[in-house]
Nanobody, 123 residues
Framework: QVQLSESGGGSVQAGGSLRLSCKLY????????MAWFRQVPGKEREGVAT???????SYADSVKGRFTISEDNAKNTMYLLMNSLKPEDTARYFC?????????????????WGQGTQVTVSS
């Protein structure tokens, strides 16, 4: 059974950093996309960063230059390093995955999700 489990969220002041982790369990696929999304209550889920199966990455304009997505395949873990955090980064962050070489932009095409981890940035 495939499971994704996030950790690393918390509260931080503006300008601070956090590193989120997403551990994959029971993942049988060798070619897949990994992504981070975030959501604020009452708003649409927003793509933050993606990592294609070839290792290429992409970022939302709002986090470009501040966030870094990476993977440790030996540990079956994906990370999101978030630097220079802003109050507008406050959200629940989810890791997600879908089989395939390229990451689709739409969150509803991802079929594996973690439970989410809350990030709160105070001014």
């Amino acid at each position: 059974q495939v499971q994704l489990s996030e950790s690393g969220g918390g509260s931080v002041q503006a300008g601070g950093s956090l590193r989120l982790s997403c551990k994959l369990y029971g993942y049988p696929y060798t070619s897949y996309c990994m992504a981070w999304f975030r959501q604020v209550p009452g708003k649409e889920r927003e793509g933050v960063a993606t990592a294609n199966s070839d290792g290429s990455t992409s970022y939302a304009d709002s986090v470009k230059g501040r966030f870094t997505i990476s993977e440790d395949n030996a540990k079956n873990t994906m990370y999101l390093l978030m630097n220079s955090l802003k109050p507008e980064d406050t959200a629940r962050y989810f890791c997600a995955s879908v089989v395939g070489e390229r990451c689709p932009p739409d969150w509803d095409t991802y079929n594996y999700w973690g439970q989410g981890t809350q990030v709160t940035v105070s001014s």
